[in-house]
């Protein structure tokens, strides 16, 4: 039985602030996956020049896993890495999007580095959760979300009442930012050197 629904997105896209509502509304046991790691100690390193840590996938993911079966009911798992969790435990992922100059400005108020902000807004451009969760799990439990508007009480709604079977989502993917933006804003972010960073 899938016993894992995910939030996963880019930093800033409002998947503490959503996932918290929506775990509410829906009565669900959340769990961080980037914030367990870090409580129970599941880091391989700290990755200095990109200012995060790494994290040790195989004790987070058999952590998370023996929580997931253990639960009497689906747990609401928060991550930016969704395709680490087991593929038989997961019925859906919810990938927020967020518009690339909105969430430069997220990033930016966070006091972030630039390099940082640029490698994770880039991630954005490309997809690359919304991508690794449709490789990892397949395109019909993929459900791309756009949080650019902020209204995180809405979007978080939508969401719970997908999650119980009231309304139904068209999974796949539907945001394509590259379309959106010029490519002299596209350039802006070129200080992107890879995904993995937690």
Not at 11 to 16: E, Y
Not at 57 to 83: F, G
Not at 138 to 159: P, Q, R
Not at 161 to 183: H, N, T, Y
Request: with cysteine.
């Amino acid at each position: 039985m899938s016993k894992i629904i995910v939030i996963a997105g880019t930093p800033g896209t409002g998947k503490s602030s959503i996932g918290t509502i929506v775990a509410t509304k829906c009565q669900l046991e959340i769990v961080n996956l980037s914030t367990l790691a870090l409580e129970k100690g599941f880091v391989a390193y700290y990755d200095e020049a990109r200012q995060s840590y790494v994290v040790d996938e195989d004790r987070l993911v058999e952590y998370t896993t023996q929580l997931a079966t253990r639960s009497e009911k689906p747990i609401l798992v928060l991550t930016h890495y969704p395709e680490i969790l087991p593929r038989n435990l997961v019925r859906a992922v919810f990938v927020l999007r967020t518009h690339p100059l909105e969430l430069e400005k997220r990033l930016l108020e966070r006091g972030w580095s630039r390099r940082k902000v640029n490698e994770n807004v880039m991630a954005e451009i490309l997809g690359v959760v919304a991508h690794n969760a449709i490789n990892a799990f397949g395109t019909n439990v993929v459900y791309e979300i756009d949080t650019t508007s902020g209204n995180f009480e809405e979007i978080a709604n939508t969401i719970c009442m997908a999650i119980k079977g009231e309304i139904k989502l068209e999974p796949g993917l539907k945001v394509d930012w590259l379309s959106e933006l010029p490519l002299s804003e596209v350039r802006r972010f070129e200080d992107y050197e890879g995904s993995d960073n937690y």
